[in-house]
């Protein structure tokens, strides 16, 4: 089990901060963001661009590192036992009607459409450690962000598949972990931001109890958060197959 040592990232931030890399500070960013498995209950709330707000609570599994993760709502009723399985970072996508009791795969595109119509696609929900095939980092200097000292790292997609030109990360510099990300679609126009708040220690883990995702041209935005959470966990070998989905 994956574990972030706070005396470790006191040690690397030290020695980055004499040479910093993209490359390295993206391998720090996702080691503290991708853990190993975790188990949540979080809830989802979608406000739209007339100020209507829709909101969902579901329980999370994800497993290897964030590359599989599995979804079951619980409320509202109307959505109760309807669930996603994703693999293989979002490129294979299950979706279970608990009404139909009928499990049906979504397409290989899907991975670029609004997941249950939030601001959060599939691929941004399954992203994991992918990022590091999928773009090239640069490190563009430090920045001051909400009063934090942070590192600021550029990501540019090598891969065509990616929806975003490109990422701007910023990356605080006591622990690694992103407090903001904006994202770019191909027209190089900032798109949407994930802001990360009332970031916690849980179980020696830096945790953002709540994350925002702000569309600015869209003028939407969803917030997620947890209500409870662990890293304590493990699954068999079939826990995120469609066979265990149905």
């Known amino acids: 089990m ?13 020695v980055l901060a004499e040479n910093p890399t993209g490359m390295s500070l993206l391998t720090k960013m996702l080691d503290v963001m991708s853990q190993e498995n975790v188990k949540a209950v979080m809830t989802q709330t979608i406000q739209t661009s007339s100020g209507d707000t829709r909101t969902f609570e579901y329980e999370s599994f994800m497993g290897m590192d964030g590359e599989n993760s599995l979804m079951i709502y619980t409320k509202p009723s109307r959505v109760k036992g309807n669930a996603v399985l994703m693999t293989d970072n979002s490129n294979n996508i299950w979706a279970y009607n608990q009404r139909t009791r009928r499990v049906r795969k979504l397409a290989s595109h899907a991975k670029k459409q609004k997941f249950e119509g939030s601001d959060f696609t599939y691929e941004d929900m399954g992203s994991g450690d992918s990022w590091k095939k999928d773009f090239t980092p640069k490190y563009l200097g430090k920045e001051k962000i909400d009063g934090q000292n942070c590192y600021k790292i ?7 598949d990616i929806s975003y030109s490109k990422l701007i990360c910023y990356l605080k510099t006591d622990n690694f972990f992103p407090v903001q990300i904006d994202y770019y679609n191909e027209n190089k126009e900032l798109l949407k931001s994930l802001y990360m708040k009332n970031i916690k220690i849980v179980e020696n883990i830096p945790t953002p ?4 995702m702000k569309n600015h041209q869209d003028n939407t935005e969803t917030i997620m958060e947890y209500k409870s959470i662990t890293y304590d966990v493990e699954f068999n070998q079939r826990f995120f197959t469609e066979n265990n989905l149905k």
Do not use: D, E
């Open 2 to 14: 994956k574990r972030i040592i706070i005396f470790l990232a006191i040690f690397y931030s030290i």
């Open 154 to 160: 550029q990501l540019t997609k090598k891969n065509k």
């Open 209 to 212: 109890m709540k994350m925002i």
